[in-house]
């Protein structure tokens, strides 16, 4: 959801070109390409029930400050940085969905 609706509120709300609304979600994709494998690890280290939770809870910290912040200082870099935060916490579920399911031998899921 937040690779396909940051060009729209680059473009709609902060007044970005095209150009850099679209740049904007090139960065947040690579972030995507880099976090996931990294995120799916760190929850094969710690565990998924607190890195789930974790999630789950940072958001809700986050999220309305660090949009507002953007809303009320539009910049290319806090965009930017906004993005790959946002998009950082939303990779880590997306790192368990690897492991799950697993097929068992004989080719039943657990």
């Known amino acids: 959801m937040i690779t396909a609706y940051t060009p729209t ?6 007044h ?7 740049m904007v979600t090139l960065c947040i994709g690579v972030s995507n390409f880099v976090w996931l ?3 799916g690890a760190l929850s094969d280290r710690i565990g998924r029930r607190i890195q789930l939770m974790a999630v789950c809870l940072v958001p809700l910290v986050t999220a309305y400050p660090v949009l507002s912040w953007l809303v009320n200082a539009p910049s290319f870099s806090g965009t930017r940085a906004s993005g790959s ?19 068992r031998p004989g080719g039943h899921f657990r």
């Open 9 to 14: 509120f680059a473009a709609a709300v902060l």
């Open 16 to 22: 970005f070109s095209p150009e850099d609304s679209m």
């Open 37 to 39: 494998p990294i995120m």
């Open 85 to 103: 935060l946002l998009t950082t916490l939303s990779k880590v579920p997306a790192g368990h969905a690897a492991s799950y399911p697993r097929p």
